[in-house]
Nanobody, 121 residues
Framework: QVQLVESGGGLVQPGGSLRLSCAAS????????MGWYRQAPGQQRELVAV???????NYADSVKGRFTISRDSAKDTVYLQMNSLKPEDTAVYYC???????????????WGQGTQVTVSS
């Protein structure tokens, strides 16, 4: 079993900040990339930011300069620091991890349950 548990969502005023966390647990060999996606009502799920096990991070253009993704590999945890939040950032945010269950397995995508972020005055 592999679990991704998210925390840190909530209601914040425009211009405010939130920090999301996502911790992976269970039986697996390794975690490749970890990232965050979001889905607003009536919209498709979209990539927010991704951080591979090695290499550079990648951000959606809409969040560049405002959001920062980071990762604690020792804790198998990924974070998303969100600053200067806008109403259009309102969405359910999902954690994603690409995980190898065994050394000979191909990696598969796993998802958290989602956490609501609402930006409103």
């Amino acid at each position: 079993q592999v679990q991704l548990v998210e925390s840190g969502g909530g209601l914040v005023q425009p211009g405010g900040s939130l920090r999301l966390s996502c911790a992976a647990s269970g039986n697996y060999f390794s975690i490749n990339a970890m990232g965050w996606y979001r889905q607003a009502p009536g919209q498709q799920r979209e990539l927010v930011a991704v951080i591979p096990s090695g290499g550079s991070t990648n951000y959606a253009d809409s969040v560049k300069g405002r959001f920062t993704i980071s990762r604690d590999s020792a804790k198998d945890t990924v974070y998303l620091q969100m600053n200067s939040l806008k109403p259009e950032d309102t969405a359910v945010y999902y954690c994603n991890a690409r995980i190898k269950r065994g050394v000979w397995n191909n990696p598969n995508d796993y998802w958290g349950q989602g956490t609501q972020v609402t930006v409103s005055s």
